[in-house]
């Protein structure tokens, strides 16, 4: 059975500062998804990484993926206040269609 | 405007009826699924498609029932038999080869009373 941990699962942080969210999964996968989540809203696709040391890089968020260690991080530079919402790495089993996701990391940036 | 529509947003059910949750996709999509999430979680698989007129149960599928009669539309109904239905339920769709991009819909809130 696939699991996916997330942490920290909760994040405060100041603006400007560098933080990293980790997403461990447990069995071997062919590809990791990140979205970001408002309250009440829907989910945003960030990134789709599918092979081993992908990197993805879109403002201020980038993504890695280290299959070996089955870890995928995201890295946040330079924090602003629009980046608060809450993020959820989703894996997807390898061979199969569906994903299992992490349980979300609800970040808040504070001035 | 290409997307993934879910009606209706907000839904209220007396305890022992059935309702059913549409979802519509104009993307040309062959995968379609349903997530279900509650306050403060991750989302969990309830059912999926890869193709018309095939469907397949997740990891939460009791009291659910689903159909994919035509490529767009992937309707979800949740019947009496699921004991905590209040919950905010997601819609999705992909291209059907892995690693594509997993699209979602706006969601439809659903709550017993």
């Known amino acids: 059975e696939l699991k996916v941990e997330q942490n920290p699962l909760f994040l405060s942080m100041q603006e400007e500062k560098n933080y990293t969210i980790y997403c461990n999964y447990s069995t071997t996968s062919d590809r990791l998804y990140w979205y970001r989540q408002d309250p009440g809203k829907s989910l945003e696709s960030l990134f789709v990484?599918?092979?081993?040391?992908a990197v993805k890089q879109e403002g201020r968020l980038m993504a890695s993926l280290d299959t070996k260690a089955r870890l995928s991080t995201l890295h946040i530079t330079a924090a602003v206040h629009d980046l608060s919402a809450t993020y959820f790495c989703a894996v997807g089993l390898q061979g199969a269609q569906k994903l299992v996701f992490g349980q979300g990391t609800r970040l808040t940036i504070n001035p | 405007d290409g997307g993934i529509t879910q009606s209706p947003k907000y839904l209220f059910r007396k305890e022992g009826q059935n309702v059913t949750l549409s979802c519509e996709q104009n993307l040309n999509h062959d995968a379609m699924y349903w997530y279900r999430q509650d306050p403060g979680q991750g989302l969990r698989l309830i059912y999926y498609s890869q193709i018309v007129n095939d469907f397949q149960k997740g990891d939460i599928a009791e009291g659910y029932s689903v159909s994919r009669e035509k490529k767009e539309s992937f309707p979800l109904t949740v019947t009496s038999a699921q004991k905590n239905p209040t919950a905010f339920y997601l819609c999705a769709s992909s291209l059907s080869s892995s690693g594509n991009t997993i699209y979602f819909g706006e969601g439809s809130w659903l709550t017993v009373v």
């Open positions: 990484l599918l092979s081993n040391g």
